[in-house]
């Protein structure tokens, strides 16, 4: 895509948006990439704000009290978001996902879930609408948020330890707060509820068997992520990254395990059960045992730019179009054209010199 057909331009100068049309425009079909990947999933950060400092997200050191994030005018409004979701969802989405930062933050967002909840694919089914959040505001809002028609979370949780845990999110928040949010999600029907553990190697992967034990049986899905390279914030280092297969050796060394069948085409996490019934768990490989080939997932930043790839390094900016007057035809075209043009794999050719360059941070795209 050319600045030509998405124009970088000032957004000052812009007409307010149209309004959001009532009814949803017509079907497209399945839309492929370059490489024959369908667009099947859409990720929303509704905010580049957090509450957390995670070392492998938003260190304290680059991202302290004098940060500068999006001005409020700079971010899509909901309408914005739910105009955009509406295209994609013609052009083939089916599931649509609201990360951040931290998306409990963003006032209201109970408002936009309950828009996003109406939103019917081309065959009339209902989207598959679900929220990545660190769990600290889980507690009191899970009840409303199922209320509004969100369908699941994802927690993120990378120790039960509390000194570890205080020491990973930088931000003195205790460890039994996301729990109780956990609990608090299942009561509400917002599962089965994902926890997600990002492993780094000599941080806190002696974690990996007390988080393992403690979700056994919960009816929770624990899943293991590599430390990734997203981002230039984090300080990566390859020796930090704990393969899956050894995870996987610590796990079932202790609880064997047996593999599961997918359950859709893309899915990221490769599927574990423990063989006496206990549950199910799940690695995300992105370093070590690359999933791009099937990746159907597009990822529209907090102020409107689509990007490709979660280790991408630039984006299009949608929301020149929406600010510009443009029509929705306009707009799923330019959509089309994106990713009909994508052949995104960066974590197949992933090198010593391409982790070192340029990428969006995570804390902006979501993860």
């Not at 050319?2 to 000052?12: G, K």
């Not at 994609?88 to 967002?109: D, M, Q, S, Y």
Request: glycine share 8%; with cysteine; net charge positive.
């Amino acid at each position: 895509m050319t600045d030509s057909v998405i124009p970088l331009v000032d957004y000052r100068k812009l007409r307010p948006v149209p309004a959001v049309p009532a009814r949803p425009i017509a079907a497209t079909g399945s839309l492929l990439d370059a490489r024959a990947r369908p667009l099947r999933d859409l990720r929303i950060s509704v905010t580049d704000r957090c509450n957390f400092r995670c070392v492998y997200c938003m260190p304290k050191e680059v991202f302290g009290k004098d940060y500068p994030y999006l001005p409020h005018a700079d971010l899509l409004s909901f309408e914005e978001i739910v105009r955009l979701a509406r295209l994609f969802v013609a052009h083939g989405a089916e599931k649509i996902r609201l990360t951040g930062g931290e998306p409990l933050l963003r006032k209201n967002i109970e408002t936009l879930i309950a828009s996003l909840a109406e939103l019917r694919t081309p065959e009339g089914r209902p989207v598959d609408l679900t929220l990545t959040t660190n769990g600290s505001l889980l507690a009191r809002k899970a009840r409303g948020l199922a209320a509004a028609g969100l369908r699941r979370v994802t927690v993120s949780l990378d120790a039960l330890d509390e000194a570890l845990f205080k020491r990973m999110n930088d931000a003195d928040f205790p460890v039994g707060d996301v729990l109780r949010g956990i609990d608090a999600a299942a009561a509400a029907g917002l599962g089965p509820v994902k926890v997600n553990m990002v492993v780094k190697k000599g941080t806190n992967d002696h974690q990996i068997l007390p988080m393992a034990r403690h979700f056994r049986g919960s009816g929770h899905i624990l899943r293991f992520i590599e430390y990734m390279d997203v981002g230039a914030s984090n300080g990566w280092k390859m020796d930090e990254v704990l393969p899956s297969a050894e995870v996987l050796a610590r796990i079932g060394a202790a609880w064997p395990l047996a593999p599961a069948a997918p359950l859709y085409r893309g899915e990221v996490a490769r599927r574990w059960r423990y063989a006496d019934g206990g549950g199910e768990i799940g690695a995300i490989s992105s370093v070590t045992q690359a999933f791009c080939g099937d990746c159907s997932r597009a990822r529209l930043s907090t102020e409107g730019k689509l990007y490709l790839c979660l280790f991408a390094q630039q984006g299009y900016d949608l929301r020149a179009l929406l600010r510009g007057g443009r029509d929705d035809a306009e707009i799923a075209s330019a959509i089309a054209h994106v990713w009909q043009q994508r052949g995104d794999n960066y974590s197949e050719r992933r090198s010593a010199e391409t982790a070192r360059g340029p990428k969006i941070e995570m804390s902006y795209i979501g993860g």
